[in-house]
């Protein structure tokens, strides 16, 4: 990687990540494959001083680094960034020439970017390719560059899938079996369908309209050249505007207050404009203000949320009494969300002993099932370790086998439909259908408005309206 290079594009303004930087300094030793060793065992990193430094926007991480330094004896020191600053400290340290730090990491939508920079180490040229196989195929593509050069791994699949309440099921439609309940929500007008039903039940099927999000579409938003809007694309939009517009959710925003208190019960049906922040008489983000504010609004309970197999994590650190009400079936499109993906920093003096501690976090069996407990349920992305636990039974969840579940879902992801062109595209796609959803541009007007951002982002991309 020519630092020159990597000067210029930066500040040609082509990054769109978020990631996290801080260390020192150090030489770099040879190691085994912690996937081929005894992970409890002393590896020869572990009496030389050397110390591996990560920075990361996942917490997870500091977990796996203290895991690392208790097996192997080496330092770890991992910093935590937060996101919103994770992308200038990565850039100031290697636009710096830092060495350190060792480990960086990438969400998905922001890795392209990150390779074209030339930010992440060849981890080709230190033995990758050997383990092609060993992860969930459409895992191991995401690390790859435009060339096909692995880059980077990471440690969990996040397919998505829908969480819904079982009892409410039950009650509704007489079944809270996985496969009957998964019908429910097999396209858009049958979810419509769904919402109505629950409505007349006295419930909601969501807390927000952005629940199926994650199942937007099932096609490349960009194919030869050309923008792709295919009918799943307006059919998705059509099923957004009219559970907006039908009172159908209980108009939580994501990851605010009520959102996550949907998941432990009952929760204030929310007005449009509170939703839309038109009227800030109701903080939604704050427990305590928005319990006052809302203690005289009618009550609803929620059936579903949609999220990525990390929604476990999600789920059981929110839903309280509900604990063990919850089930997890398909939805109408194999999608994804997230995902930690770890690589070397092409500055590390330490590549090696980086490349080591890769190893063990994605590659491990032994790592891969002291994860699963320690996370109480996180997916790995280990093929053998997801097949050592395929029947597991989660009694959270009634009994289900996730791991077979999620596997199966990540079996339906083709990556090939991913394009670096996907954040801006969706953002722009997402903004029109909140127009049209609001009211404050006909549908016409805002497809319009989206085709213009496409065409003035991407000149290079034919739009054909």
Same mark, same amino acid.
């Given at each position: 990687?020519?630092?020159?290079?990597?000067?210029?594009?930066?500040?040609?303004?082509?990054?769109?990540?978020?990631?996290?930087?801080?260390?020192?300094?150090?030489?770099?030793?040879?190691?085994?494959?912690?996937?081929?060793?005894?992970?409890?065992?002393?590896?020869?990193?572990?009496?030389?001083?050397?110390?591996? *430094?990560?920075?990361?926007?996942?917490?997870?991480?500091?977990?796996?680094?203290?895991?690392?330094?208790?097996?192997?004896?080496?330092?770890?020191?991992?910093? *935590?960034?937060?996101?919103?600053?994770?992308?200038?400290?990565?850039?100031?340290?290697?636009?710096?020439?830092?060495?350190?730090?060792?480990?960086?990491?990438?969400?998905?939508?922001?890795?392209?970017?990150?390779?074209?920079?030339?930010?992440?180490?060849?981890?080709?040229?230190?033995?990758?390719?050997?383990?092609?196989?060993?992860?969930?195929?459409?895992?191991?593509?995401? +690390?790859?560059?435009?060339?096909?050069?692995?880059?980077?791994?990471?440690?969990?699949?996040?397919?998505?899938?829908?969480?819904?309440?079982?009892?409410?099921?039950?009650?509704?439609?007489?079944?809270?079996?996985?496969?009957?309940?998964?019908?429910?929500?097999?396209?858009?007008?049958?979810?419509?369908?769904?919402?109505?039903?629950?409505?007349?039940?006295?419930?909601?099927?969501?807390?927000?309209?952005?629940?199926?999000?994650?199942?937007?579409?099932?096609?490349?938003?960009?194919?030869?050249?050309?923008?792709?809007?295919?009918?799943?694309?307006?059919?998705?939009?059509?099923?957004?505007?009219?559970? %907006?517009?039908?009172?159908?959710?209980?108009?939580?925003?994501?990851?605010?207050?009520?959102?996550?208190?949907?998941?432990?019960?009952? *929760?204030?049906?929310?007005?449009?404009?509170?939703?839309?922040?038109?009227?800030?008489?109701?903080?939604?983000?704050?427990?305590?203000?928005?319990?006052?504010?809302?203690?005289?609004?009618?009550?609803?309970?929620?059936?579903?949320?949609?999220?990525?197999?990390?929604?476990?994590?999600?789920?059981?650190?929110?839903?309280?009494?509900?604990?063990?009400?919850?089930?997890?079936?398909?939805?109408?499109? %194999?999608?994804?969300?997230?995902?930690?993906?770890? +690589?070397?920093?092409?500055?590390?003096?330490?590549?090696?002993?980086?490349?080591?501690?890769?190893?063990?976090?994605?590659?491990?069996?032994?790592?891969?099932?002291?994860?699963?407990?320690?996370?109480?349920?996180?997916?790995?992305?280990?093929?053998?370790?997801?097949?050592?636990?395929?029947?597991?039974?989660?009694?959270?969840?009634?009994?289900?086998?996730?791991?077979?579940?999620?596997?199966?879902?990540?079996?339906?992801?083709? %990556?090939?439909?991913?394009?670096?062109?996907?954040?801006?595209?969706?953002?722009?796609?997402?903004?029109?259908?909140?127009?049209?959803?609001?009211?404050?541009?006909?549908?016409?007007?805002?497809?319009?408005?989206?085709?213009?951002?496409?065409?003035?982002?991407?000149?290079?991309?034919?739009?054909?309206?």
């Amino acid at each position: 990687m020519k630092m020159k290079k990597l000067l210029a594009l930066a500040l040609a303004g082509t990054m769109a990540l978020s990631m996290a930087a801080c260390g020192s300094s150090s030489e770099s030793a040879s190691s085994d494959s912690a996937a081929s060793t005894d992970s409890s065992a002393e590896s020869t990193e572990g009496g030389s001083g050397e110390k591996l *430094v990560i920075w990361t926007l996942a917490k997870d991480l500091d977990a796996f680094g203290q895991y690392y330094q208790e097996k192997t004896g080496t330092e770890v020191e991992t910093v *935590v960034i937060e996101p919103a600053d994770y992308p200038t400290k990565v850039q100031t340290a290697i636009m710096g020439g830092e060495t350190e730090p060792d480990i960086i990491v990438g969400e998905p939508q922001m890795l392209q970017d990150m390779y074209d920079n030339g930010f992440f180490a060849n981890l080709d040229e230190l033995g990758a390719k050997d383990h092609e196989g060993e992860i969930v195929d459409y895992v191991w593509k995401v +690390g790859q560059d435009a060339d096909g050069i692995q880059r980077a791994i990471s440690y969990q699949i996040t397919p998505a899938g829908f969480y819904y309440r079982r009892d409410i099921a039950q009650e509704v439609f007489g079944t809270d079996d996985p496969t009957e309940i998964g019908k429910l929500f097999a396209d858009y007008d049958t979810i419509l369908d769904t919402a109505k039903t629950l409505k007349d039940a006295g419930y909601r099927i969501f807390a927000s309209d952005s629940e199926v999000g994650y199942f937007s579409g099932d096609s490349a938003w960009v194919v030869d050249g050309k923008l792709n809007v295919n009918e799943a694309r307006y059919d998705y939009m059509d099923l957004v505007v009219a559970l %907006y517009q039908n009172d159908l959710t209980a108009y939580a925003n994501q990851w605010s207050t009520p959102w996550y208190q949907a998941m432990s019960g009952e *929760v204030p049906i929310l007005t449009a404009e509170i939703q839309n922040y038109e009227d800030d008489s109701v903080n939604v983000w704050d427990a305590e203000s928005f319990a006052e504010a809302t203690k005289d609004l009618e009550k609803t309970e929620v059936f579903a949320f949609g999220l990525p197999a990390w929604g476990v994590l999600t789920m059981r650190d929110n839903v309280g009494d509900t604990a063990g009400k919850w089930g997890v079936c398909s939805g109408p499109a %194999y999608g994804f969300g997230g995902g930690t993906y770890i +690589g070397i920093s092409e500055l590390s003096n330490r590549k090696e002993l980086a490349w080591d501690f890769i190893q063990f976090v994605t590659l491990n069996e032994e790592t891969a099932d002291w994860w699963i407990e320690k996370s109480q349920g996180d997916t790995v992305s280990l093929i053998a370790a997801l097949d050592k636990h395929k029947d597991d039974a989660n009694e959270v969840y009634g009994g289900e086998q996730l791991y077979s579940f999620w596997l199966e879902q990540a079996k339906g992801i083709d %990556y090939s439909k991913v394009t670096k062109y996907d954040q801006v595209i969706n953002d722009a796609w997402g903004a029109a259908i909140g127009n049209i959803k609001t009211g404050t541009m006909s549908k016409e007007d805002a497809l319009a408005g989206f085709y213009d951002t496409v065409e003035s982002t991407y000149p290079d991309i034919t739009v054909e309206r």
